[in-house]
């Protein structure tokens, strides 16, 4: 079992920053991918960012260069910065773990709104 509990969602102005940090307790293999997925109304659940525990990291193309995703592998913590919000932003933000050979952990989400 592997819990992910989120947190720094919120309400900004177009421009502005957010941070947001996902821990993850529970069975947590060594070897994993931790990231971002975001999901607008009436829209798909898409990937914003990952990163694998070796430090590869993948950004979808929307937030290449505003948004900075890192870990803390001691802390099993994910962190999200995002910078320069757009209105287009604006989703429920969740946290995903990825391990080999086990189903994906999913987090509750976060909301974040971007306003214009």
């Known amino acids: 079992q592997v819990q992910l509990a989120e947190s720094g969602g919120g309400l900004v102005q177009a421009g502005g920053s957010l941070r947001l940090s996902c821990a993850a307790s529970?069975?947590?293999?060594?070897?994993?991918?931790m990231g971002w997925y975001r999901q607008a109304p009436g829209k798909q659940r898409e990937l914003v960012a990952r990163i694998s525990s070796g430090g590869s990291i993948n950004y979808a193309d929307s937030v290449k260069g505003r948004f900075t995703i890192s870990r803390d592998n001691a802390k099993n913590t994910v962190y999200l910065q995002m910078n320069s919000l757009r209105p287009e932003d604006t989703a429920v933000y969740y946290c995903?773990?990825?391990?080999?050979?086990?189903?994906?952990?999913w987090g509750q989400g976060t909301q974040v709104t971007v306003s214009s």
């Open positions: 529970g069975s947590i293999r060594r070897i994993n991918v």
């Open positions: 995903n773990l990825q391990r080999m050979g086990s189903p994906d952990s």
